[in-house]
């Protein structure tokens, strides 16, 4: 089944083609640059960008992999959760092209895409728990199969992908900065007791970020020593060469510190959800904050703990793309399952519903 993904629900725009779970090429065109001087994503700037680029990325992903539209059987587009703008951009196009060239099309959710995308690299050990990390997410999962998702824990507040981006702001990183805080946290010893691990003491599998980055906010706001002169673009290192040596030491510990507190939270309320749910034989970590080295490496250890195979995407397919989107489309094509023209965009912070329509003898 030659399945066409569409990827717009935030600042990246993507199209790819699988084929029977193998995928045949990728293009992505990521905004970050265009957002990077507002300090995050503007809405707007998304929605027109998305619009703009892609009909080109589309025409070079058919034209460079000699594909005839028309051959395609299933489009299968991100729906959301995501921004309502931008995602309507896709949903446009993904409706125009599956009415063109008669394919079927499939309503993707994101989430569950980030956390198949591992799928199209080897195959995922079910029933498995899914800890989905990412820029609007932090998200727990007992996944049964391909289509069923059951939610055990969600963050009420910030995103743990947010919370690194909010502390790298408050440092002047470069934006987004959850790479550039991975990258002054390796190799250093961080202080356990500098950050709180925030909505531990309970039993709830939800999490709770936004008091550790005020903690963070806090404890910088009382040593700007170690805040980058202004808002860095581009290279972070060459910025950090503006900070004294001691300061640079100072705010790799601040950094290694934090991004401990988030990963042994993170442990925590897994392991929490692994003793509740009972069996399952693997570990899916999934998102932008699954490319973090330290969460990799705790999530390892906490899988070889329980004996679960850990299932990690390599650090291309953890964050936004449409491969994963073609990939899940085609599993949910698979299975029967479609929707027809009134597919609706679900905005971040609404359920996407699980609306398909069932094919006969799909
Ligand atoms: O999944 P994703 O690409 O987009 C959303 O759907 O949100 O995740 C983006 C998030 C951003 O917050 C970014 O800072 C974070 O993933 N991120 C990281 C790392 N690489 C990307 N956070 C921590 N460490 C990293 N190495
Ligand atoms: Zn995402």
């Known amino acids: 089944?030659?399945?066409?993904?569409?990827?717009?629900?935030?600042?990246?725009?993507?199209?790819?083609?699988?084929?029977?779970?193998?995928?045949?090429?990728?293009?992505?065109?990521?905004?970050?640059?265009?957002?990077?001087?507002?300090?995050?994503?503007v809405p707007e700037i998304a929605s027109r960008e998305h619009l703009r680029i892609l009909p080109t990325l589309f025409r070079e992903l058919v034209k460079e992999n000699g594909v005839d539209p028309q051959e395609i059987d299933t489009v299968a587009v991100a729906r959301g959760p995501g921004l309502l703008g931008a995602l309507?951009?896709?949903?446009?196009?993904?409706?125009?092209?599956?009415?063109?060239?008669?394919?079927?099309?499939?309503?993707?959710?994101?989430?569950?895409?980030?956390?198949?995308?591992?799928?199209?690299e080897r195959s995922i050990p079910f029933p498995a728990m899914g800890l989905l990390v990412s820029g609007g997410h932090t998200h727990t999962y007992r996944i049964g199969s391909?289509?069923?998702?059951?939610?055990?824990?969600?963050?009420?507040?910030?995103?743990?992908?947010?919370?690194?981006?909010?502390?790298?702001?408050?440092?002047?990183?470069?934006?987004?900065g959850g790479k550039y805080?991975?990258?002054l946290a390796q190799g250093v010893e961080p202080d356990k007791k500098l950050f709180p691990r925030a909505f531990i003491d309970n039993p709830s599998l939800d999490f709770s970020f936004s008091g550790l980055k005020t903690a963070v906010?806090?404890?910088?706001?009382?040593?700007?020593?170690?805040?980058?002169?202004h808002m860095g673009e581009g290279d972070c290192a060459a910025f950090l060469e503006a900070l004294s040596p001691e300061a640079r030491e100072h705010v790799a510990c601040i950094c290694a510190s934090f991004n401990?507190?988030?990963?042994?939270?993170?442990?925590?309320?897994?392991?929490?959800?692994l003793k509740k749910t009972g069996h399952v034989k693997s570990l899916v970590v999934a998102g932008g904050v699954a490319a973090n080295s330290i969460i990799r490496k705790t999530m390892?250890?906490?899988?070889?703990?329980?004996?679960?195979?850990?299932?990690?995407p390599s650090l291309g397919l953890?964050?936004?793309?449409?491969?994963?989107?073609?990939?899940?489309?085609?599993?949910?094509?698979?299975n029967g399952f479609e929707h027809d023209l009134t597919l609706e965009a679900i905005p971040r912070g609404r359920i996407v519903p699980m609306d398909w329509l069932i094919r006969r003898g799909g």
């Open 217 to 229: 906010a806090v404890y910088v706001q009382a040593h700007q020593e170690v805040v980058l002169p």
């Open 88 to 120: 309507l951009i896709g949903l446009s196009f993904a409706k125009a092209l599956s009415l063109s060239c008669n394919a079927r099309l499939v309503g993707v959710n994101h989430l569950w895409a980030h956390l198949l995308a591992s799928g199209l």
């Open 181 to 183: 805080v991975d990258m």
């Open 260 to 273: 401990w507190s988030v990963a042994d939270t993170l442990r925590i309320k897994v392991e929490r959800a």
């Open 300 to 312: 390892a250890d906490l899988a070889d703990r329980y004996g679960l195979q850990l299932v990690l």
């Open 1 to 41: 089944m030659l399945c066409l993904g569409i990827e717009t629900s935030c600042d990246e725009t993507a199209v790819a083609l699988v084929n029977d779970g193998q995928l045949i090429d990728q293009r992505l065109a990521s905004q970050i640059d265009v957002h990077a001087v507002f300090g995050g994503v």
């Open 146 to 176: 391909p289509v069923e998702f059951d939610l055990l824990g969600k963050t009420l507040d910030d995103a743990a992908g947010e919370a690194f981006d909010k502390v790298a702001k408050t440092l002047n990183f470069p934006y987004p």
């Open 318 to 334: 953890c964050t936004d793309n449409a491969s994963m989107i073609a990939y899940a489309g085609e599993l949910l094509a698979q």
